[in-house]
């Protein structure tokens, strides 16, 4: 326990300072714009809110508050490095939530923090005959240039661990209290960017659906389905905002164009970018059918990629890929999914598994993977903090 509490001391210590890094970084692209050093969307970000007053997100009203004061850049950029920082932390209760409906039980958490460090550094698995960008034409659950993103991912995870929090609890009635919760979760998240709702919704309309299916009593159901409501509010008002008449940009059926605007060879960036959840799923495939939250974040992830491949944008936004944002979250889901059926297998084998050769083999193949994956991440990182483009 000692020693545990001594690395989990230690690796808070790292996240701080990534964290205070981030902010550098974060400063530093305030200041800049398209084609020249750290570029970043928050620029264009910054100017919707205060110099054109479009305010379609919750977080273009901060940013028109800390603009406000002489330092809005540094409030700016602290901001959002706190939310980096917030995300690290969040994806340690969200590891807790999950390894508690997977049925065991890990004491260190060290090594839960570890986990949740590497799925927010992790980036796809970069291979330059497939795309000679390390960033664009490959998909990534870790961004730094789009600050919407960055918000939420961190509000993404909120209501996901929320969700799983009352989502057996509801069919015994949730109090006043915990339905104003995950609607206000909700809520929260598409105020700040509706692509995690987007993903996330259909596949929380198809749980219930099984519970409806299950015999689970119908106004339970329908009182819980209820709870997103108030944010498709949210989402039509975001809808009038992006996609009014004046606006001249819509959303258009087009299928492959956002997979295809920057990359070379997609079908390979595809694989790549989800490189160790893919080698998971493939030695780990019948875990879909066992543990119904491991489907659940594979759903999340496909929806996200029906989305992208799907659906584009027309008018000023076309080339945007704004669609590609809740399939960036779906493959973090599968990230961190992965990473506990990994950690599970090793605490409780099961089938081949058991044998030990077998069980350290897979392990240890599966997180040379995501360390790749987490050296490309540094990598990117690093070089960002160095004033290259994410066009790297």
């Not at 979760?185 to 219930?208: D, E, Q, S, W």
């Amino acid at each position: 326990m000692k020693k545990d509490r001594i690395a989990k001391i230690f690796l808070w210590a790292l996240v701080i300072a990534y964290g205070v890094c981030c902010v550098y970084l974060y400063d530093k692209q305030t200041f800049h714009v398209e084609g020249a050093l750290f570029e970043s969307d928050l620029p264009s970000h910054i100017k919707m809110a205060v110099e054109d007053h479009w305010f379609y997100s919750i977080t273009a009203i901060l940013y028109g508050l800390f603009y406000l004061t002489p330092v809005g850049n540094h409030l700016t950029a602290l901001f959002l490095g706190c939310v980096t920082v917030g995300t690290i932390g969040l994806t340690v209760t969200l590891f807790r939530a999950i390894i508690e409906r997977a049925g065991w039980e890990c004491k260190s958490e060290s090594l839960l923090l570890f986990a949740s460090i590497l799925c927010n550094i992790a980036m796809p698995f970069y291979i330059r005959a497939a795309h000679y960008q390390r960033y664009i034409g490959y998909q990534s659950a870790t961004v730094w240039h789009n600050s919407t993103y960055i918000c939420m991912k961190f509000c993404g995870i909120l209501t996901l661990i929320l969700y799983l929090r009352l989502e057996q609890k509801y069919r015994e009635g949730l109090s006043v209290k915990e339905w104003l919760l995950m609607a206000g979760a909700f809520v929260l998240v598409n105020a700040v960017k509706p692509n995690f709702f987007l993903v996330f919704a259909p596949v929380m309309a198809l749980y219930l659906l099984a519970d409806f299916i299950k015999k689970v009593p119908f106004y339970r159901i329908f009182l819980f389905g209820l709870t997103v409501v108030p944010s498709l509010l949210i989402v039509l008002w975001q809808n009038q905002v992006l996609f009014g008449n004046h606006t001249e940009n819509g959303i258009v059926f087009r299928f492959g164009y956002t997979l295809t605007l920057h990359g070379t060879h997609t079908k390979a960036t595809l694989i790549l970018s989800i490189a160790f959840p893919l080698f998971v799923l493939f030695l780990l495939w019948k875990e879909l059918l066992r543990d119904k939250w491991y489907l659940f974040s594979w759903l999340v992830w496909g929806v996200g990629l029906v989305q992208v491949a799907c659906f584009a944008e027309s008018g000023d936004r076309a080339r945007d890929g704004n669609f590609m944002w809740g399939y960036s979250f779906g493959i973090f889901l599968i990230l961190v999914w992965s990473v506990e059926k990994v950690l599970e297998q090793l605490k409780r084998p099961t089938g081949i598994f058991q044998k030990k050769y077998v069980r350290y083999s897979f392990a240890g193949s599966a997180f040379l993977i995501l360390a790749y994956q987490c050296y490309c991440g540094i990598v990117f990182f690093v070089r960002l903090c160095q004033g290259i483009t994410y066009w790297m």
